[in-house]
């Protein structure tokens, strides 16, 4: 599953480099300096690599770039599909809920904020995509923060909080997480009302079927169609 395929993106950076085919962290050089892609240049895109967690784009008839030149910084684009590979229910593709294991899904990659790579169910990938791309056709864009999260991904962030580590902050116990059944994901969002992520999300995420379920972090948002259903863009237990 590759959504740039067929699309047209436009080169957001006056210094957006040409990278080696063989070395994505090394430049093409031109008479000494790096050569460029001009800013504003309409590109379509062939092909994607990964290098130390950053993506590099296959500009056609240009060579390769670093994906975050491109406006909207490649945010939200797709890159592959990772069916399940065996059944441990603590494994990669395993879903939980409750503390109860649900079932394997199959996970797409997506790119998520400050050029992360993130994971959303395949489930519910389509209207995820929806949501944020009409988002981003209303000049919002809506970085993914966090997605789906592997029960050996959980645990690591249970640990940390349990031991009291720097930098990790509360955690649920893996099997327990919302992040774990590929419903819910947290975007970038650090405020209520007044937030534009957060203004667009209350007026627009129900339509998508995607509403508020945790009190007291407008970041988190689930695709919870009977809720959304009702009109409403938050359930009973979500006062602030």
């Known amino acids: 599953m590759k959504t740039y395929l067929h699309k047209t993106f436009v080169v957001n950076d006056p210094q957006a480099r040409l990278r080696k085919a063989n070395d994505l962290l090394s430049y093409e050089m031109e008479n000494g300096v790096p050569k460029l892609i001009p800013n504003g240049t309409e590109i379509q895109v062939s092909d994607v690599k990964l290098v130390n967690g950053r993506a590099f784009v296959l500009a056609v008839d240009w060579g390769w770039t670093a994906g975050d030149n491109l406006k ?112 819910a994901y947290d975007f970038a969002i650090s405020s209520y009302e007044g937030n534009p992520m957060y203004d667009w999300l209350k007026a627009n995420g129900p339509a998508h079927g995607f509403v508020r379920t945790v009190n007291k972090e407008p970041w988190h948002w689930e695709y919870r169609p009977e809720v959304a259903a009702t009109g409403a863009y938050k359930t009973a237990n979500v006062i602030k």
């Open 72 to 183: 909207g910084d490649f945010l939200n684009e797709t890159l592959a599909e990772f069916p399940p590979n065996g059944s441990d229910q603590k494994g990669p593709n395993a879903a939980w809920d409750k503390g109860h294991f649900l079932k394997q899904l199959t996970l797409i990659q997506v790119i998520g904020g400050n050029n992360s790579l993130k994971w959303v169910s395949k489930d519910i990938v389509e209207f995820y995509l929806e949501l944020v791309n009409d988002a981003a056709a209303d000049g919002v864009d809506l970085p993914l923060r966090s997605g789906f999260r592997t029960y050996a991904e959980q645990q690591y962030l249970y640990n940390g909080w349990i031991h009291h580590s720097p930098g990790f902050n509360l955690a649920a116990e893996p099997g327990k997480s919302n992040h774990q059944d590929g419903y």
